[in-house]
């Protein structure tokens, strides 16, 4: 991550921001979520209080016995389970205060990110939820990349029925009201589920669906860092085309085709890209490739799990 400069005294006495709790899932990165939570307590401003949901298979002893920094109490929650929705339910049931924001264990966020994240959402007010750019690091691994990122550099509001997904639970600020609304993650859906994936993609279309704006603020910025090695790049890919095929099959119908067509555009750009890309970038159109397929897997798989569900 870029330099960058260190509080000032003044800075590290501001208290113009609401209480709020930061929440954090995590399993079996224990380096990476101590140096994610150091660069959280090192911002210029920093939550009241700090929720580390860790699903490890051993507890993270440093963390454990973290005392508060700087007015930020962390609450570490061992929970040994599995499922990065369960994992997120289990951090909104603990926080204690109206603002939530969220950040995931692979990443760093800047000195300015957490006051940039909560006075936007303090601005847009209760009907308004807030994600930010997710830019890549450096990779720290041969082959090394950061699988999600947004760079865009324009302030943006979404509402309605977007043709793509833009919330960004690596970086995220709602009201708990907004939790309260639209009801828990599907814990059917991401990281330690047969659909290891899109669990925000669905939780966005929901607030949408609800009402909700999502704002997209540049100047709030975490990085996604590019921890996994070139080996896994393809079979990544495969199991986001799977958990995107169930997130796109949990809403299709045929008496409202919008998901329907962005589940279809999906799956032939991905296809047509992956075949264009094959002669100079054959990496990457697997890539591409693997993803589709999924697609159609994790559509079939959603489809046959809801149809013995039925019977």
Request: a neutral charge.
């Amino acid at each position: 991550m870029p330099s960058e400069p260190k509080k000032t005294a003044d800075q590290e006495t501001t208290t113009s921001l609401p209480q709020t709790s930061l929440i954090i899932c995590s399993r079996d990165r224990p380096r990476l979520l101590v140096e994610l939570v150091q660069s959280v307590l090192d911002g210029d401003e920093t939550p009241s209080e700090m929720i580390i949901v860790d699903d490890s298979e051993t507890p993270n002893e440093p963390l454990a016995a973290m005392p508060t920094r700087g007015g930020c109490e962390i609450r570490y929650r061992w929970n040994h389970s599995r499922g990065l929705s369960r994992a997120n339910n289990a951090g909104i049931a603990l926080a204690r205060y109206e603002v939530l924001v969220f950040t995931q264990d692979d990443a760093l966020v800047t000195h300015t990110w957490f006051g940039s994240v909560v006075r936007a959402l303090a601005s847009g007010g209760r009907r308004t939820v807030v994600t930010g750019r997710v830019l890549p690091m450096k990779a720290e691994v041969a082959g090394g990349f950061a699988p999600s990122t947004v760079s865009d550099d324009a302030r943006t509001i979404y509402e309605g029925r977007p043709r793509q997904d833009i919330l960004f639970m690596q970086n995220a600020a709602l009201y708990r009201s907004a939790a309260d609304e639209v009801g828990p993650f599907d814990e059917r859906l991401g990281p330690g589920t047969p659909f290891p994936a899109a669990e925000d993609n669905d939780y966005g279309l929901r607030l949408l669906n609800a009402g909700y704006r999502i704002m997209y603020v540049p100047e709030a910025v975490v990085y996604h860092r590019a921890w996994r090695g070139e080996e896994e790049y393809v079979p990544l890919r495969w199991s986001y085309g799977v958990a995107r095929g169930g997130f796109y099959a949990k809403y299709v119908s045929l008496r409202d085709r919008y998901m329907l067509r962005r589940m279809v555009g999906d799956f032939i750009g991905h296809l047509m890209h992956g075949t264009r890309r094959l002669a100079r970038e054959p990496r990457l159109a697997y890539g591409d490739l693997a993803l589709a397929l999924g697609i159609l897997v994790g559509a079939a798989r959603w489809g046959l799990m809801r149809s013995k569900k039925v019977t």
